[in-house]
Each structure stands twice: as C-alpha cells, then as structure tokens.
C-alpha cells in the first residue's frame, strides 16, 4: 500500500539540495508538519497541501514532540497523507524513531527519505573534508545536547578525547563550555582546530575558525553565533580557509529583494543564489489576462494585412500565443507580417514557439528597434503586442515616421496591493542591500508600497527610464542596467556590491 506518512529529509538548507524523492513525495502530500530547520521554501513543491509549523527558534513556540506525533497520526487516520519534513536527515538527531514507533503501534504505513545531514554538507560548503588521507580516516557525530533529565551523560567524553578522527558536534551552541572541557579534561589538545560552521549550504552561511578552548568564547552569548550551528574539531578545520569557495561568491550575504511577477522571481532568484545572494521574493505587480479579448482577437484577423508585428516582452508572447490556440489557429497565421521584439527573454520565448524574429536590436532597447525599424520599406501599419501599460516611447517614435500604429493590450500589468510585512520590516532594519526594479510600473507601486524606506537601501533600475521614475519619486538610483537585461541588471549589482 501506498505510505500515508513520509519522514522527509530536508536537508541542510539550501532548498535545492532536497532529493528528488523528497520532492516528488511532497508534491503526493495533503499536509506537511515542518520544523524551524527545514526551508520554508521547499514548501511551494506541495502548493496544495495544507503547511503546519511545529515550531521555530525565536519566531514561534516549539511544539513538544508528542504534540507532534498526535498531530500526524490525526491527519494519517482520515486518510490524509501526511510529510513529515526534517532538517538534515531522519536518521541524525531527528527523533524519527519515536515517530516511527507510534506509526507502527497504529498501523500507518510509512518511508523514511534520507536528506543530507549538516556534517556531510559542512565537507563541501565550508570547505572542511570531514575524513581526509593524513588527517582522519573516521568520523565521529555526536550531540552537544543531550536529553534532559537523563541521570548521567552517555557520551563517553573520554573516549571521544581520544578518538582517531573528526568530531561533529550537533546541536553544541548553548552548552559549548561544557563538552569543549568535557573534552579538555579527558585529554583533548585544547590546541585542536574547530571550525564553527553557522547556516550551513544556505546564502549567509559563516564559519568561524578557532582552537577548542576558544570555542565556549566565541558561543556565548548564543545571540554572538545563534544557531543553527555545528562544530567541527579536528585537524581537518585548519583546511576551511584554504578551500572555501561559499564566502569567495562575489554576491555573498547580500540579500536582494526581487520585485518581478511571480511567475518571472524564480529564474532571478536562482542567478542570485548561484553567486551567492540571499533573494527576497515579494512581487509588485502581478500578471493577469486582459478583460476584454476583442482588440486581440481583431489583430490576430488581421495579421495578413498587418507589415510589422513587434512583441514587448515574454508575457505577450504568451499571451498571444494562448489566444492563438484558444481561437482554433497556429503559428501559420503569422506567415504575412515581419516579426520584430524587444528584449532577450522575448525573443528567446517567440523561439519556443518555433518563430525567429526578423528584427531584433543588438541591444534588444526599444530606441534602437526604433532606428533598425526606420530601414524597413514598406513599413504601413504596425501591431504592438504590450500590456496595458507601459512606455509609449515605441509607438510615439513610429507614429512620427508616418506609421499606422495599433497597440494591443494582450495582458495586463496589476499592482499589488499590499506590502509585505516581512519586506517592510527588513527595509526598516537595513537588512535589505539591493532592491530590484524592473519597470516604471514595478517603481511606482514599490513607492507606494514602501515609500521612504527605499532610500535606507541600494537600488537597480532594469533601463534609464525605469530610473527616471524612481528619481522623480525621489528614490536614488545606484546601478542601471546596459543593456536593458535581467541579467545586465544583475551584473551591475555584482560590480557595486
């Protein structure tokens, strides 16, 4: 039978580092009860389900642990399927075998998928091999918080002291001064290299390098190095600096905030991640279909009549295309006029649907379209495929070359009503380094949204008049895209950060 509860490794942070049965388990899921050390991000891959925090240190209560199990075996036993999403992996640290043994006693069948725990993730992201040919050839996982109430301590702080290898310490942060002199005092070098490795494999990851009686130090208070945190002791620490290649990302720690469509975050996001950026998603405008088809309808008709069709941006690529199908055509209607687009993106998507633009400006800017344009003989009557707003600097121009221009709203640009709380507060505490504007549009309503609090921040315009606006609502512009791309735009954060 099927499980109806799926134990779920999530990994050490970095959401891309789930597997691929963990996402694919996720995505079967009606609920998923998540802790503090699992990313939230990971829960778009169960959009549908319903999303239960268990709790996360010093943002809500910690849920005790049979407050956890009464919970999934209250979804389980109506047939609900149930996730079950941890930190790191099931097996390390994670109480699943308590969670295990009340499945069973109530006979729900259940999977346990493995995820990769923060020891094994440290060894790539901070540059710390935790086994290594001359330095250790055995590792040793080991709990820096035990039980409470227990009579006495089950680790074997002598042994450990001994032990031929590398020390993982989980959980180590509040109690640090008792297992480095644990150690200590059972013959542990207090010279032995520790590496303290803070939100392993995600953005704003930090490793901090000391010797193990230095370590009670560097911990405390818990607010100097907060968790989540491991230590690792052993010879192998002394390697982090040597072969870090997280800290050395050009955009590391810098959060970004990326204020796109929804549906256009994600890509963005990812190349921020990819040097090393934390990326904030809180779109200002949302992208909808247009509430009236009839003037789309009517350029379609005419597009054997029509000399030049120009596409503004992917979206009315889309949008064009979708209302092509829903009307019972296909791409053979576009055998009449010349095609010409502005933007990468765009002419990327007008090839996915198996079309190559004729005219296509170098720098993909509307002014250049413009001169390329003024070469084009005959040129009659033009169809501009837009949203229903933005520049008229394109229609303007061609209106006074003696052309017949008809804009066609293919869909539409809306703002966003309401500013996110989470943004607004990051804003105000000056933990935002760049916000990203990517149309005159996206720029009013970030204003109107934001207000003031754009000015205790760096901003990136997409192009000249998106910066324009900005400066008109007095908000500083400090890095423009050329030419006017995403990722230009993110090339320019890059050199000024």
Excluded at 384 to 406: F, T
């Amino acid at each position: 039978m099927k499980p109806l509860v799926y134990l779920i490794g999530a990994g050490p942070g970095d959401p891309e580092l789930l597997t691929l049965r963990g996402a694919k388990c996720l995505g079967r899921c009606d609920v998923v009860l998540y802790d503090g050390l699992s990313n939230s991000e990971i829960l778009r891959l169960a959009p549908d389900a319903e999303h239960i925090c268990v709790g996360k240190h010093g943002h809500s209560r910690i849920w005790k642990q049979q407050e956890i199990i009464d919970e999934m075996l209250r979804h389980a036993a109506i047939g609900r399927t149930v996730a079950r999403l941890k930190g790191g992996d099931p097996a390390v640290f994670a109480r699943t075998a308590e969670e295990v043994d009340a499945l069973r006693a109530a006979g729900i069948d259940f999977e346990i998928i493995p995820g990769i725990t923060a020891a094994l993730a440290a060894g790539s992201y901070a540059g710390i091999p935790i086994t290594h040919r001359k330095l250790a050839s055995a590792v040793a996982l080991v709990t820096g918080h035990e039980e409470p109430g227990k009579p006495e301590s089950a680790l074997d702080w002598s042994a450990l002291a001994k032990f031929p290898g590398t020390l993982v310490i989980y959980m180590g942060v509040t109690t640090a001064k008792i297992w480095t002199e644990a150690l200590i005092s059972a013959g542990k070098d207090p010279a032995t290299p520790a590496a303290l490795v803070r939100r392993c494999s995600l953005p704003d990851q930090s490793t901090l390098i000391c010797r193990l009686d230095e370590v009670a130090d560097r911990l405390t208070p818990a607010s100097q190095f907060r968790p989540p945190m491991i230590a690792i002791v052993g010879a192998v620490a002394e390697l982090a600096e040597s072969m870090d290649w997280v800290q050395k990302r050009p955009l590391h720690g810098k959060t970004i905030l990326v204020t796109r469509p929804a549906d256009q975050a994600d890509t963005f996001a990812d190349a921020i991640r990819d040097l090393g950026g934390v990326p904030m998603i809180a779109p200002a405008i949302e992208i909808v279909p247009v509430n009236d088809f009839s003037s789309l309808d009517e350029s379609l008709n005419e597009l054997a009549t029509t000399d030049e069709l120009i596409f503004c941006s992917a979206n009315g690529v889309d949008a064009f295309f979708n209302r092509l199908e829903v009307l019972g055509y296909d791409s053979r209607r576009l055998a009449g006029p010349s095609i010409a687009v502005i933007g990468k993106k765009t002419e990327s998507k007008l090839r996915e649907h198996g079309i190559r633009a004729d005219h296509v400006p170098e720098d993909y800017r509307a002014t250049s379209l413009i001169e390329l344009l003024r070469s084009v003989s005959p040129l009659r009557n033009v169809t501009i495929i837009r949203a229903n707003r933005g520049s008229d600097e394109l229609p303007a121009a061609l209106r006074q070359m003696g052309v017949q221009v008809k804009e066609v709203a293919a869909y539409q640009n809306v703002d966003v009503e309401q500013p996110d709380p989470e943004v607004t507060a990051a804003l105000a505490g000056r933990k935002i380094d760049w916000v990203t504007v990517t149309s005159s549009a996206t720029a009013e309503n970030l204003y109107r949204m934001y207000g003031d609090h754009l000015r205790q921040t760096r901003v990136a315009a997409i192009s000249p008049v998106t910066a324009s606006v900005l400066d008109q609502l007095g908000v500083r512009v400090d890095a423009i895209a050329n030419p006017y791309t995403i990722e230009s735009l993110l090339d320019e954060i890059v050199k000024q950060s």
